[in-house]
């Protein structure tokens, strides 16, 4: 059974750090896209980042670029999202996401957005940045 496993949100002061997890079974991580996701009450869902697993390739949205770095770790088949100088506008569940490398080739370029494309999410982990 494909599973993804979000873990690792809480409550962070502004300007704070948190590291998030995103833990696969039932499929390697290497063959696949990556992507992370966020949604805010009241908001419409904003794509964080998408990241490709075979060349380390990631685009990050503009709102986080320099502050949010992903990594991985191949043992544990998981991916993890850095998250430092935080702010109160980060607050919101946050969701990791995967498709398969081949079926991402045509947009995966610069499409931080894409959320339709994902075949498998998480369940979601609440991100609070208090101010």
């Known amino acids: 059974e494909v599973q993804l496993v979000e873990s690792g949100g809480g409550l962070v002061q502004a300007g704070g750090s948190l590291r998030l997890s995103c833990a696969a079974s039932?499929?390697?991580?290497?063959?696949?896209?990556i992507g992370w996701f966020r949604q805010a009450p009241g908001k419409d869902g904003e794509g964080v980042l998408c990241?490709?697993?075979?060349?380390?390739?990631?685009y990050y949205a503009d709102s986080v670029k320099g502050r949010f770095t992903i990594s991985r770790d191949n043992a544990e088949n998981t991916v993890y999202l850095q998250m430092t100088s935080l702010k109160p506008e980060d607050t919101a569940v946050y969701y990791c996401?995967?498709?398969?490398?081949?079926?991402?080739?045509?947009?995966?370029?610069?499409?931080?957005?894409?959320?339709?494309?994902?075949?498998?999410w998480g369940q979601g982990t609440q991100v609070t940045v208090s101010s």
């Open positions: 990241y490709s697993s075979s060349d380390a390739t990631v």
């Open positions: 996401a995967a498709v398969r490398t081949e079926y991402a080739s045509s947009w995966f370029e610069g499409a931080t957005a894409r959320s339709y494309e994902y075949d498998y």
């Open positions: 039932g499929f390697t991580i290497d063959n696949y896209v």
